[in-house]
């Protein structure tokens, strides 16, 4: 795996537009990606670093309150996964697709934090 950078944290939320309000009007971050079907929003700072903000998911185990994620973009996520299962990281679940935009893995070290290993599709 060859990380291209770290330009992404994201946090999950009990209600995921009492946060787009926090985000935009509280923190006066930029909205610059909202896609509520998945309840899915990204910000950006001045300084062109972003967060992302998701509403919680049955299938997630990260829940609100008690997590930031680190976002890892790498060039190829599949190439990524098989490096990961050789090294015997814990993968959680399988490559998700958010078609035309994304696939995303996530990963937990031995500390039990979550990594989300992302891949650009556009």
């Given at each position: 795996m060859k990380p291209q950078g770290i330009q992404m944290t994201w946090v999950v939320v009990h209600d995921?537009?009492?946060a787009k309000e926090f985000f935009t009007n509280?923190?006066?971050?930029?909205?610059?990606?909202?896609?509520?079907?998945?309840?899915?929003?990204?910000?950006?700072?001045?300084?062109?670093t972003h967060i992302g903000v998701a509403g919680e998911a049955e299938q997630c185990p990260v829940k609100a309150g008690s997590n930031a994620v680190v976002c890892i973009t790498v060039e190829d996520i599949e190439e990524a996964q098989k490096e990961f299962e050789q090294k015997g990281v814990h993968i959680v679940g399988t490559i998700q697709e958010v078609p035309g935009h994304v696939k995303l893995l996530l990963?937990?070290?031995?500390?039990?934090?979550?990594?989300?290993?992302?891949?650009m599709l556009k």
């Open positions: 995921f537009n009492q509280t923190l006066g971050l930029t909205l610059v990606s909202d896609a509520p079907e998945y309840n899915w929003a990204e910000f950006s700072s001045p300084a062109g990963i937990q070290d031995p500390s039990g934090n979550y990594y989300q290993i992302v891949q």
